[in-house]
């Protein structure tokens, strides 16, 4: 099929699909009066019931934890699958390496780069442990605090050399990281299991609305869910790496 | 004015399609996928909203005034985290196919063997 | 709706329509952080901020990034082929 007639398929194609979106949209309430009598229901309980004063952490690993808890493992399986895709050295790297380009000369990272690196790793380290940690007070949570976390040992990289952020982030322990996230998730559901109630109920007692240790195991889901993304995500960094590196002629 | 939302998200979806459907390269094309997926967050964000309640973070307004749905929020929340790791896996297979075949180039693949 | 939300969804449908219409990979990646950035500001301006925290960090540096390292590898591959030739 040529690309004029693909072309002409999809635009009449596209014309039909529009045609049952305006069908559809113009059944629904206009945006910002749709009435979800779940969503006034757990503002109003939230605070009272479950003393946490962000909804939507509340909602992501309280209310509905077990939804979750399959999110995070579609993330666990596609870094699994980035991992498996991507070729892996049998040894591990020794030593200092640079990135090696045939016909390009690749400059050292400037003075500038590296002193910027160096001063932004501890602040961003600190903000990441800052947003996993009071997921159930502010915005935030393991998710964007796990994210946060996985850019230190970029900006590493970026400051460095590959050899610098693989002893930074070896590989063993980023992905020990990763599974011990992922399995304390289950270990906290089991031991609610254990404890009588049913998986993932909310046992713990619950503290006082505003401080760190509100929320029953709400803490303890952010900080496995936040180590299990950062370390994620470093493994998949990793795993795009690897094969950029070549050994520096000694 | 109110039914904005969905007509962007709508819009949003054709043209992320329409970029698949034409692309000539296979990074290109994940990253229409991509396109595609952030229409579904904006559709979700428009259904979840409510004109002139603040947002349902409970710390420094008083708990049980009307606040924007917190349920729909969720769901967007893990959602992103997650595309960008399929996009990962996405792209390995891309690279994984260049490998194979020399070419970045879907209308060029089937072409290419052995 | 106020002026600032209909004005960053006119934002949003033009940035999408740019992330598709760049053909380059390599600067497309620009474009998509300059997109994830916007839609950021749209979730802000939508009163949901764990959603902008989420996507600013993800859309604006984890996304580029992977296509840029997935650009690199596949100059590598596209070098060796051609040498193999």
Same mark, same amino acid.
């Given at each position: 099929?040529?690309r004029a007639?693909?072309?002409?398929?999809f635009?009449?194609?596209?014309?039909l699909?529009?045609?049952?979106?305006?069908?559809?949209?113009?059944?629904? +309430?206009?945006?910002?009066?749709v009435s979800?009598?779940?969503?006034?229901? !757990?503002?109003?309980?939230?605070?009272?019931?479950?003393?946490?004063? &962000?909804?939507?952490?509340?909602?992501?690993?309280?209310?509905?934890?077990?939804?979750? *808890?399959?999110?995070e493992f579609?993330?666990?399986?596609?870094v699994?699958?980035?991992?498996?895709?991507m070729?892996?050295r049998?040894?591990? *790297?020794?030593?200092?390496?640079? #990135?090696?380009?045939?016909?390009?000369?690749?400059?050292?990272?400037?003075?500038?780069?590296?002193?910027?690196?160096?001063?932004?790793?501890?602040?961003?380290?600190?903000?990441?442990?800052?947003?996993?940690?009071?997921?159930?007070?502010?915005?935030?949570?393991?998710?964007?605090?796990? /994210?946060?976390?996985a850019?230190?040992?970029?900006?590493?990289?970026?400051?460095?050399t590959?050899?610098?952020?693989h002893?930074?982030?070896?590989l063993?322990? /980023?992905?020990?990281?990763?599974a011990v996230?992922?399995?304390?998730?289950?270990?906290?559901?089991?031991?609610?299991?254990?404890?009588?109630?049913?998986?993932?109920?909310?046992l713990?007692?619950?503290?006082?609305?505003?401080s760190?240790?509100s929320?029953g195991?709400?803490p303890?889901? &952010?900080?496995?869910v936040?180590l299990? /993304?950062?370390?994620?995500?470093v493994?998949?960094?990793?795993a795009?790496?690897?094969?950029? !590196?070549?050994e520096?002629e000694? | 004015?109110?039914?904005l @939302?969905?007509?962007?998200?709508?819009?949003?979806?054709?043209?992320?399609?329409?970029?698949?459907?034409?692309s000539?390269n296979?990074?290109?094309l994940?990253?229409?996928?991509?396109v595609?997926?952030?229409s579904?967050?904006?559709?979700?964000l428009?259904i979840?909203?409510?004109?002139?309640? @603040?947002?349902?973070?409970?710390?420094?307004?008083?708990?049980?005034?009307p606040?924007v #749905?917190?349920?729909?929020q969720?769901?967007i929340l893990?959602?992103?985290?997650?595309?960008?790791?399929?996009?990962?896996?996405?792209?390995?297979?891309a690279?994984?196919?260049?490998?194979?075949n020399g070419?970045?180039d879907?209308?060029?693949l089937?072409?290419?063997?052995? | 709706?106020?002026?600032l939300?209909i004005?960053?969804?006119l934002?949003?449908?033009?940035g999408?329509t740019?992330?598709?219409l760049t053909? &380059? @990979?390599?600067? +497309?990646?620009?474009?998509v952080s300059f997109?994830g950035f916007?839609?950021?500001?749209?979730?802000?301006?939508?009163?949901?901020?764990?959603?902008?925290?989420?996507?600013?960090?993800?859309?604006?540096?984890?996304?580029?990034?992977?296509?840029?390292?997935?650009l690199a590898?596949?100059k590598?591959?596209?070098r060796?082929? &051609?040498?193999?030739?």
């Open positions: 099929m040529t007639a693909r072309k002409i398929l635009l009449i194609s596209a014309l699909l529009a045609c049952v979106f305006w069908l559809g949209y113009s059944q629904m +309430q206009p945006a910002g009066f979800g009598e779940y969503g006034d229901r !757990v503002n109003q309980l939230v605070v009272p019931q479950r003393h946490i004063t &962000d909804a939507v952490t509340a909602v992501n690993f309280d209310i509905r934890g077990f939804d979750t *808890l399959g999110e579609i993330l666990f399986t596609s699994m699958g980035v991992v498996l895709l070729r892996w049998k040894e591990p *790297l020794r030593g200092d390496h640079e #990135d090696k380009a045939e016909d390009r000369r690749v400059p050292p990272p400037s003075d500038a780069v590296r002193v910027t690196s160096v001063l932004l790793v501890p602040a961003t380290v600190l903000f990441g442990v800052y947003m996993v940690t009071h997921g159930q007070l502010t915005p935030g949570g393991g998710f964007q605090g796990g /994210v946060i976390l850019t230190a040992p970029l900006l590493l990289y970026l400051a460095g590959f050899g610098q952020f002893q930074v982030a070896p063993r322990m /980023v992905a020990f990281a990763e996230g992922a399995a304390t998730y289950i270990f906290i559901g089991g031991a609610c299991l254990a404890l009588g109630g049913t998986f993932l109920q909310n713990l007692p619950l503290g006082q609305v505003g760190l240790t929320g195991i709400v303890l889901i &952010d900080l496995g936040g299990e /993304v950062s370390g994620g995500i493994l998949a960094l990793l795009f790496l690897e094969e950029l !590196v070549e520096k000694e | 004015m109110n039914f @939302p969905y007509l962007v998200s709508a819009w949003l979806f054709l043209i992320g399609l329409y970029g698949v459907v034409t000539r296979l990074v290109h994940c990253i229409c996928v991509g595609i997926q952030s579904s967050y904006v559709l979700l428009a979840g909203y409510r004109i002139g309640c @603040p947002a349902p973070i409970f710390i420094d307004i008083k708990p049980g005034t606040a #749905d917190p349920v729909v969720a769901l893990t959602d992103i985290v997650v595309e960008v790791t399929v996009m990962a896996l996405l792209l390995a297979l690279v994984q196919i260049h490998k194979r070419t970045l879907p209308n060029l089937h072409a290419m063997k052995g | 709706m106020t002026p939300q004005f960053i969804l934002f949003v449908a033009a999408g740019g992330v598709v053909r &380059d @990979p390599a600067s +497309q990646a620009i474009v997109y916007l839609l950021s500001i749209l979730f802000f301006v939508f009163q949901a901020p764990d959603v902008a925290l989420s996507q600013i960090v993800v859309g604006a540096v984890a996304l580029p990034l992977m296509i840029l390292l997935a590898r596949v590598k591959q596209q060796e082929h &051609d040498k193999s030739r």
